[in-house]
């Protein structure tokens, strides 16, 4: 059985969809950063970063960090095709992937959302969390230049798209931001889709 932990409307809201899409049974767990759970003890024991997503695999075994999980998802699920087999179609996915993750959630996102983090005077916090929402605006922006005449981000869905997926989530529904067309209809195509359904109703978002 593989077990997700998984924390409430975050990035592994991604991973939830991923295991969807799968259709082999898991467990859900949810960590629930309000109680900081996500810092207690027993939670660093199973990921030392005190950080979601993680997942604990049939073995036993921990693996974290969005892009590691969906890869690893994809290559043990080849069936599912969530992910190009080819060198440029994999290095395209992986391109795709660690922008959203690597620049458009965390060195864009986390600034609005988490000024705090980046400067103890309150002060300050209003200004961060603008260049945060121009440099996440600026991110999908380039996001939908690559969407042009594409249903998903490298031809067919892949885990790229369950990235992309959670920053729509976040921009639009969180932040309350209009996302820009391409961007827009990929986030209406998502919701489309059964897992994103299973997921956004487990989650409470739908
Ligand atoms: N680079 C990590 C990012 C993980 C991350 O920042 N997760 C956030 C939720 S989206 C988290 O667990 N935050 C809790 C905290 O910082 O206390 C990944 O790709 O999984």
Same mark, same amino acid.
């Given at each position: 059985?593989? #077990?997700?932990?998984? @924390?409430?409307?975050?990035?592994?809201?991604?991973?939830?969809?991923?295991?969807?899409?799968?259709?082999?049974?898991?467990?859900?767990?949810? *960590?629930?950063?309000?109680?900081?759970?996500?810092?207690?003890?027993?939670?660093?024991?199973?990921?030392?970063?005190?950080?979601?997503?993680?997942?604990?695999?049939?073995?036993?075994?921990?693996? #974290?960090?969005? @892009?590691?999980?969906?890869?690893?998802? $994809?290559?043990?699920?080849?069936?599912?095709?969530?992910?190009?087999?080819?060198?440029?179609?994999?290095?395209?996915?992986?391109? $795709?992937?660690?922008?959203?993750?690597?620049?458009?959630?965390?060195?864009?996102?986390?600034?609005?959302?988490?000024?705090?983090?980046?400067?103890?005077?309150?002060?300050?916090?209003?200004?961060?969390?603008?260049?945060?929402?121009? @440099?996440?605006?600026?991110?999908?922006?380039?996001?939908?230049?690559?969407?042009?005449?594409?249903?998903?981000?490298?031809?067919?869905?892949?885990?790229?798209?369950?990235?992309?997926?959670?920053?729509?989530?976040?921009?639009?529904?969180? $932040?309350?931001?209009?996302?820009?067309?391409?961007?827009?209809?990929?986030?209406?195509?998502?919701?489309?889709?059964?897992?994103?359904?299973?997921?956004?109703?487990?989650?409470? *978002?739908?």
């Amino acid at each position: 059985m593989t #077990t997700l932990c998984y @924390a409430n409307k975050t990035c592994a809201i991604g991973i939830h969809v991923l295991l969807e899409e799968i259709g082999k049974p898991y467990d859900l767990k949810i *960590v629930d950063f309000s109680k900081g759970e996500q810092k207690t003890p027993e939670y660093k024991k199973l990921n030392p970063k005190g950080k979601v997503a993680a997942l604990v695999r049939d073995d036993g075994s921990v693996l #974290t960090e969005y @892009a590691a999980i969906a890869t690893w998802l $994809a290559l043990t699920n080849p069936d599912k095709k969530l992910m190009p087999t080819d060198p440029e179609g994999m290095a395209r996915t992986l391109e $795709a992937l660690d922008f959203v993750v690597g620049t458009v959630h965390m060195l864009s996102w986390r600034l609005w959302r988490r000024p705090d983090a980046y400067s103890a005077n309150p002060a300050e916090h209003d200004q961060l969390k603008e260049r945060g929402m121009n @440099a996440m605006l600026d991110g999908l922006a380039v996001i939908d230049d690559q969407l042009s005449g594409k249903d998903y981000l490298v031809g067919d869905f892949s885990i790229a798209d369950t990235a992309l997926y959670y920053v729509e989530y976040w921009a639009a529904d969180v $932040a309350g931001w209009q996302l820009p067309p391409n961007v827009k209809a990929h986030f209406e195509r998502m919701k489309a889709r059964p897992s994103v359904q299973v997921s956004r109703k487990q989650e409470g *978002v739908a």
